[in-house]
Antibody, heavy 127, light 108 residues
């Protein structure tokens, strides 16, 4: 059974750093992309970026480039979303999701669509 | 960036009725790379439809998707009580990936 289990809720102050995690199980971690999606309070879904664990190929949303870092630790089948300096506007629910892939003309797996989602991690940034 | 606009905003429907949700893209969505997700309060989104019309594993056949180019539709043939939720369309054809603003299907 595919499962994505995210780390618990966080309460942080502006300027603090944070790393949240997403542990995958039930499938081959390195062969599927992992994506991160933000949902601000009472709002819709916003794609943040995707990473392919086998080679750490990472694609970011242009609006968030430089604001967050997406990474993985293949040895423990875990993906991470990291901030160096949080702002109040980072307050949101953050979801990780497995991304299906398709092979391009070079045989490289390209990200396709989200199929399984984690339960979400609520990040609150407040002074 | 492809902007997805969903309509209607908040339809009020009764159980047993048909729901027709629309998603219009600001430019053509290549290869029909469009998905629909359902989200209930306090829960993560759930994949319903991918590639515009393919039902995800375990999704009841009352859910169907159609469309191509810039116009896509999610149809729920007969609403069940558990179907009252927010529905999002999502395009994964072109980076940055984008979502519609959501349609909340309310109980009448």
């Amino acid at each position: 059974e595919v499962q994505l289990v995210q780390s618990g809720a966080e309460l942080k102050k502006p300027g603090e750093s944070l790393r949240i995690s997403c542990e995958a199980s039930g499938y081959s971690f390195t062969t599927y992309w992992i994506g991160w999606v933000r949902q601000m309070p009472g709002k819709g879904l916003e794609w943040m970026g995707n990473i392919l664990p086998r080679d750490s190929d990472t694609r970011y949303s242009p609006s968030l480039l430089g604001q967050v870092t997406i990474s993985v630790d293949k040895s423990i089948s875990t993906a991470y979303l990291q901030w160096r300096s949080l702002k109040a506007s980072d307050t949101a629910m953050y979801y990780c999701a497995r991304v299906r892939s398709y092979s391009d003309s070079n045989g490289y797996p390209q990200p396709y669509y989200f199929d399984y989602w984690g339960q979400g991690t609520l990040v609150t940034v407040s002074s | 960036e492809i902007v997805l606009t969903q309509s209607p905003g908040t339809p009020s429907l009764s159980p047993g009725e048909r729901a027709t949700l629309s998603c219009r893209a600001s430019q053509s969505v290549r290869s029909g790379f469009l998905a629909w997700y359902q989200q209930k309060p306090g829960q993560a989104p759930r994949l319903l439809i991918y590639d515009a019309s393919s039902r995800a594993t375990g999704i009841p056949d009352r859910f169907s998707g159609s469309g191509s180019g810039t116009d896509f539709t999610l149809t729920i043939s007969r609403l069940e009580p558990e179907d009252f939720a927010v529905y999002y369309c999502h395009q994964y054809a072109t980076s940055p990936w984008t979502f519609g603003q959501g349609t909340k299907v309310e109980i009448k």
